[in-house]
Structure formats: structure tokens, C-alpha cells
């Protein structure tokens, strides 16, 4: 059983660029969850999806927008790359029925020069 | 709001001896809090968790957890400490009626020697 995929797992942008970030969450997990962790910081919440929906944001500008697909799997999509964005962005799914048990995926390191 | 506290960015322990890693929390209403552990290069890997129920929490690995609502703590701990252990430890909560934001303390490395 797999557990949460990302992709990739190194990129490197300039300023100003898009990115798009993929994860595919446990098998039968239908939530996921975005994190954001800037080096020496613990993870900051960016957002949650479930049924194709965002359900709950957390203190990150509308250039952070994301997206599920009906097979649970989800992006990350952050436009006008600043320097700060620069963090390892996690992905983390669950069950709707037991959110407090998250598995998070390994990662995907992004650098903004 | 709510917030996380871990005091220590590192704490330093001997093998065999027992550890202890602090966490603090700030949360309206009752909490719900975990502790996550971060290996290099890794994600995060869940230990434990306490929602309501007996103070004491047991998880993974051999640690646990004290919750102690007086004191706003939920310290994690293990009776003997591993050269394995070594890793970034987190403390998160989130609160009732938010189901979906998890608060993640900024860590605590720990460090195990021989």
C-alpha cells in the first residue's frame, strides 16, 4: 500500500514564476492537506481539500490556490513567486471520519532564486 | 487563537537515560494535541495524539505523552532513550471547532548520544 506521494521532490524557480505542486494521497484517503515549512519552522497550514472543495485556509495570500480531482489526488498551485516562498511544502491526507490521524507525504523542496 | 510553545530547540540526552520534550498550547475550548516526528528528509511521522481520556498517552516507538490541563502542557516522553530517537520532534494542536487547521509548534531537535 502506497502511502502519500509528491511531486516533484526538488524545484527551483525565480521570482515571479508559477509553480504547480502534485501529491497523491494513501489509498482510500478522500482529504488532503498543505502544508507550508519554511527551514527551521514547524509547518504552517495553508489549506484542506475535501470533495473536490476547499474546506478551510489558513493566513496565506490568494496566490496559494489549489485544486482536488475526484480521484482525491491534489495540486498546489502558487503564482508571483517571492523569495519567501522559498520552504518545503507537505502534503498530508486523512479520512474525513478521522481527520486527526494525518499521513503526510515526503515533501516538495522549493527554492525561488 | 491558537498557538503552540516548545521551549527547547534542542535537547540533548544520554542512551539510555529518560528524555523529555516540552509543549505548551494555547487553544479555546478543549484541545486536541499530537506530536509529530520529522526525520532528514522526510515527512512528518505521527507518534501520538490525545482528544480526551486518561493524561497519559501511549504511541509509537516506545514514547508517550502527559496532558495536563492545569498547566496547558502535553510533554512528550520515553522512559529510555535510543540513538534512534535522534530527530525533529513537533508538537501540534488545533482546537474543537477546527477540524481542518492543525497549529505546529516550531520543533525541537533531539539529539541522543551514545
Known amino acids: 500500500d502506497a502511502g502519500v506521494t509528491q511531486s516533484p521532490t526538488h524545484l527551483i524557480k525565480t521570482r515571479g514564476q508559477q509553480v504547480t505542486l502534485r501529491c497523491s494521497p494513501k489509498?482510500?484517503?478522500?482529504?488532503v492537506s498543505w502544508y507550508q515549512q519554511a527551514l527551521g519552522q514547524g509547518p504552517q497550514f495553508i489549506f484542506q481539500?475535501?470533495?473536490?472543495?476547499?474546506?478551510q485556509r489558513g493566513n496565506f495570500p490568494d496566490r496559494f490556490s489549489g485544486h482536488q480531482f475526484p480521484n482525491y489526488s491534489s495540486e498546489l498551485n502558487v503564482n508571483a513567486l517571492l523569495l519567501g516562498d522559498s520552504a518545503l511544502y507537505l502534503c498530508?491526507?486523512?479520512?474525513?471520519?478521522?481527520?486527526?490521524?494525518?499521513?503526510f507525504g515526503p515533501g516538495t523542496r522549493l527554492t525561488v532564486l | 487563537a491558537q498557538s503552540v510553545a516548545q521551549p527547547e530547540d534542542q535537547v540533548n540526552v544520554a542512551e539510555g537515560n529518560p528524555l523529555t520534550v516540552k509543549c505548551t498550547y494555547s487553544?479555546?475550548?478543549?484541545?486536541?494535541l499530537f506530536w509529530y516526528v520529522q526525520y532528514p528528509n522526510r515527512g512528518l511521522q505521527f507518534l501520538l495524539k490525545?482528544?480526551?481520556?486518561?493524561?497519559l498517552v501511549k504511541g509509537s516507538y516506545g514514547f508517550e505523552a502527559e496532558f495536563n490541563k492545569s498547566q496547558t502542557s502535553f510533554h512528550l516522553k520515553k522512559p529510555s532513550a535510543l540513538v534512534s530517537d535522534s530527530a525533529l520532534y513537533f508538537c501540534?494542536?488545533?482546537?474543537?471547532?477546527?477540524?481542518?487547521?492543525?497549529?505546529f509548534g516550531s520543533g525541537t531537535r533531539l539529539s541522543i548520544r551514545p
Open positions: 498530508a491526507s486523512s479520512l474525513s471520519g478521522t481527520p486527526d490521524t494525518q499521513y
Open positions: 489509498s482510500g484517503h478522500d482529504t
Open positions: 481539500y475535501y470533495e473536490e472543495e476547499e474546506r
Open positions: 487553544v479555546s475550548g478543549n484541545p486536541y
Open positions: 490525545y482528544i480526551t481520556g486518561d493524561n
Open positions: 501540534a494542536v488545533r482546537s474543537y471547532s477546527s477540524a481542518s487547521k492543525i497549529i
